[in-house]
């Protein structure tokens, strides 16, 4: 039997409803014992000074920002509901979607909601699969899940280990999803330095799969410089256990950025955080930690840089990329102090751990990506808030830029970018610190529109589902999608 052949752990759920009062599971797999989390996986903690606690309980009982775990909002955003974690402990992570489902990344494997009537989801089903960050996307009947973790072997019974054994293994897992109550591990392809994140470019007979990854320290023999491409998987739908890696294009073969010493407080780049594909105009956007690059993907099984940006003077981490809906524009984010630090104050300042906003402007191999302003929430979080630019999509409203997206604890903001060199927040969710006196890691790490709602993946607090009400959106409500991965660009119009 291969190790991706042993059944996941997986457990089967009436509802939402019945499992806050103590719902009895029916385990449905037999196997071997269920794989023990990640001890690293719990959400950072960290005790801030004597001084930057009573600034937060000031600025709390000042009503300067919401008291803890207090929710405020927009009056044009309605919180709809929210389904607290379950079975799976670790940090929550991103989201896909397909049908009347959704699909929600975490560091213990992946939960499936049925979110048909929104204001009511259900859980479907939950795997238990270990494997940081467990990035997740689907495509017909297939569901990919990402590993960036050290881990004892690649089935879903692993436990991590240090990635100087030989045994050790980082990579992509493919599921089938054709059973929505019963997923079935299907295929593991492991790949250099793992899979941090991952991006599809759907085809008719064949998915081919992006693999980013970098080096986040000395510790990962695979990840050193020059790691300098991305892996590309082809994963045959008709025969998904014959997937495997088919090429690692250099997309950096001048280094890209050579971070500090020579450029102080920005990463060197050793690989790419991730990439957004735009398949119907053939291009995609790469945040590729001190980088920012544009690709073609005519033939997606060899993409190709056509530019290559960077700003050594507001941008640390390049993280994620962005298309409008037109693919005239590219948002790409910073994430300053890795997602675990405070930077939505005024020590920070607007510009870092911010969104930078890029106007695409000429044509084939001459397209350049031109810089045209700077967005970051206009409102102040705490210091013991982890804040800083994250996951986020677009809001599919005509004739409009608008992205819905995560800021940690600092919410989901909705954002207008219309005017290249004026965005403006138009809307809110957030909820309080989770503590005044410790920086604990939390808040939205995804925040995406799909189908006339927003879906917020929070790290501790669980599945959210908001609605925005503005005429500025208004015209969103009559776009479906039967599919959405956010790092795969549909064509909306």
Same mark, same amino acid.
């Given at each position: 039997?291969?190790?991706?052949?042993?059944?996941?752990q997986?457990?089967?759920?009436?509802?939402?409803?019945?499992?806050?009062?103590?719902?009895?599971?029916?385990?449905?797999?037999?196997?071997?014992a269920?794989a023990?989390?990640?001890?690293?996986?719990a959400?950072?903690?960290?005790?801030?000074?004597?001084?930057?606690?009573?600034?937060?309980?000031?600025?709390?009982?000042?009503?300067?920002?919401?008291?803890?775990?207090q929710?405020?909002?927009?009056?044009? !955003? +309605?919180?709809?509901?929210?389904?607290?974690? /379950?079975?799976?402990?670790? #940090?929550?992570? =991103? &989201?896909? *979607?397909?049908?009347?489902?959704?699909?929600?990344?975490?560091?213990?494997?992946?939960?499936?909601?049925?979110?048909?009537?929104?204001?009511?989801?259900?859980? !479907? +089903?939950?795997?238990?699969?270990?494997?940081? /960050?467990?990035?997740?996307? #689907?495509?017909? =009947? &297939?569901? *990919?899940?990402?590993?960036?973790?050290?881990?004892?072997?690649?089935?879903?019974?692993?436990?991590?280990?240090?990635?100087?054994?030989?045994?050790?293994?980082?990579?992509?897992?493919?599921?089938?999803?054709?059973?929505?109550?019963?997923?079935?591990?299907?295929?593991?392809?492991?790949?250099?330095?793992?899979?941090?994140?991952?991006?599809?470019?759907?085809?008719?007979?064949?998915?081919?799969?992006?693999?980013?990854?970098?080096?986040?320290?000395?510790?990962?023999?695979?990840?050193?410089?020059?790691?300098?491409?991305?892996?590309?998987?082809?994963?045959?739908?008709?025969?998904?256990?014959?997937?495997?890696?088919?090429?690692?294009?250099?997309?950096?073969?001048?280094?890209?950025?050579?971070?500090?010493?020579?450029?102080?407080?920005?990463?060197?780049?050793?690989?790419?955080?991730?990439l957004?594909?735009?398949?119907?105009?053939?291009?995609?956007?790469?945040?590729?930690?001190?980088?920012?690059i544009?690709?073609?993907?005519?033939?997606?099984?060899?993409?190709?840089?056509?530019?290559?940006?960077?700003?050594?003077?507001?941008?640390?981490?390049?993280?994620?990329?962005?298309?409008?809906?037109?693919?005239?524009?590219?948002?790409?984010?910073?994430e300053?102090?890795?997602?675990?630090?405070?930077?939505?104050?005024?020590?920070?300042?607007?510009?870092?751990?911010?969104?930078?906003?890029?106007d695409?402007?000429?044509?084939?191999?001459?397209?350049?990506?031109?810089?045209?302003?700077?967005?970051?929430?206009?409102?102040?979080?705490?210091?013991?808030?982890?804040?800083?630019?994250?996951?986020?999509?677009?809001?599919?409203?005509?004739?409009?830029?608008?992205?819905?997206?995560?800021?940690?604890?600092?919410?989901?903001?909705?954002?207008?970018?219309?005017?290249?060199?004026?965005?403006?927040?138009?809307?809110?969710?957030e909820?309080?610190?989770?503590?005044?006196?410790?920086?604990?890691?939390?808040?939205?790490?995804?925040?995406?529109?799909?189908?006339?709602?927003?879906?917020?993946?929070?790290?501790?607090?669980?599945?959210?589902?908001?609605?925005?009400?503005?005429?500025?959106?208004?015209?969103?409500?009559?776009?479906?999608?039967?599919?959405?991965?956010?790092?795969?660009?549909?064509?909306?119009?």
């Amino acid at each position: 039997m291969k190790p991706w052949e042993r059944p996941p752990q997986r457990r089967r759920y009436l509802g939402a409803a019945a499992a806050a009062f103590g719902l009895v599971a029916t385990l449905l797999a037999a196997g071997p014992a269920a794989a023990t989390p990640d001890p690293g996986d719990a959400p950072h903690k960290e005790r801030v000074t004597k001084s930057q606690q009573s600034e937060a309980r000031a600025a709390i009982e000042n009503g300067d920002i919401p008291g803890v775990d207090q929710i405020v909002h927009s009056d044009n !955003v +309605s919180h709809l509901t929210n389904i607290p974690k /379950q079975d799976l402990k670790g #940090v929550n992570s =991103d &989201l896909a *979607f397909q049908g009347r489902y959704a699909f929600a990344g975490n560091y213990d494997g992946f939960v499936i909601y049925d979110i048909g009537r929104p204001k009511s989801p259900k859980i !479907v +089903s939950q795997v238990l699969c270990p494997g940081s /960050q467990n990035d997740v996307s #689907v495509s017909g =009947d &297939l569901l *990919f899940l990402s590993t960036d973790s050290s881990r004892s072997d690649n089935s879903c019974n692993s436990t991590t280990q240090p990635a100087t054994e030989k045994s050790s293994w980082e990579g992509m897992k493919v599921f089938d999803i054709s059973d929505k109550r019963n997923p079935k591990y299907v295929a593991a392809v492991e790949t250099s330095c793992g899979s941090h994140t991952h991006t599809l470019v759907p085809e008719r007979k064949d998915v081919y799969i992006y693999v980013s990854s970098y080096s986040p320290s000395a510790t990962f023999p695979d990840c050193q410089p020059p790691h300098d491409g991305i892996s590309v998987i082809k994963v045959p739908r008709s025969a998904p256990e014959k997937a495997a890696v088919i090429d690692f294009p250099v997309l950096f073969p001048d280094g890209g950025n050579p971070g500090g010493p020579t450029n102080p407080g920005v990463s060197q780049t050793t690989g790419c955080h991730d990439l957004t594909t735009f398949p119907k105009l053939k291009l995609a956007a790469g945040a590729c930690m001190g980088d920012g690059i544009l690709l073609d993907i005519a033939d997606p099984a060899k993409p190709r840089v056509i530019d290559q940006v960077e700003d050594n003077v507001n941008f640390a981490f390049w993280h994620s990329a962005t298309f409008n809906e037109r693919g005239t524009k590219v948002v790409f984010t910073d994430e300053l102090g890795g997602g675990g630090a405070a930077t939505c104050n005024a020590e920070v300042g607007p510009d870092r751990g911010a969104d930078g906003i890029y106007d695409i402007v000429g044509k084939g191999d001459k397209r350049k990506l031109v810089f045209r302003s700077y967005f970051k929430i206009p409102r102040h979080q705490a210091d013991t808030e982890n804040c800083v630019a994250h996951n986020g999509s677009l809001i599919p409203a005509k004739g409009r830029d608008i992205m819905v997206q995560a800021w940690y604890q600092g919410g989901v903001s909705i954002w207008d970018f219309t005017d290249s060199d004026k965005p403006k927040e138009i809307g809110y969710f957030e909820r309080g610190p989770l503590s005044s006196d410790t920086l604990i890691t939390g808040g939205s790490w995804s925040a995406y529109y799909y189908n006339g709602y927003i879906y917020s993946n929070d790290i501790n607090k669980g599945f959210d589902v908001l609605k925005i009400h503005d005429r500025r959106t208004d015209s969103a409500e009559s776009v479906r999608l039967s599919e959405l991965n956010t790092q795969t660009q549909p064509d909306y119009r």
